[in-house]
């Protein structure tokens, strides 16, 4: 995770479009960029019943899936470049 800025990626069912987003490292606007396209797929026909995001954590990403968990959102965190390979058993789910 970086401190300047976060570039976020999605896969909206009943959306054509795959957007990116770069934001500025804020985790409430994380959360209603999430909740922006949850709606785009519930405009789409689609209703989604659980919203998933993986990242790499780096350094000391580890709070902000904490922090999502704590708001609805399942979230994985995998250790950063420099760590290794981020086999499964080095990442976090919930």
């Known amino acids: 995770m970086s401190q300047s800025s976060w570039l ?3 896969i909206i069912p009943g ?3 795959q957007p990116v987003k ?3 490292p804020d985790e ?3 959360l209603q960029l999430l ?3 949850r709606d785009e797929a519930k ?3 689609r209703n989604i019943n659980r919203i998933a995001v993986a990242f790499e954590a780096g350094r000391d990403g580890f709070w902000l899936a904490r922090w999502l968990r704590g708001h609805g959102i399942e979230a994985g965190a995998c250790p950063g470049e420099g760590r290794g390979d981020p086999s499964e058993q080095h990442c976090r789910f919930a």
């Open 35 to 37: 909740h922006r396209w």
């Open 8 to 10: 976020v990626a999605a």
């Open 43 to 45: 405009k789409a026909g």
């Open 15 to 17: 959306v054509e479009r």
């Open 22 to 24: 770069k934001l500025a």
């Open 28 to 30: 409430a606007g994380l």
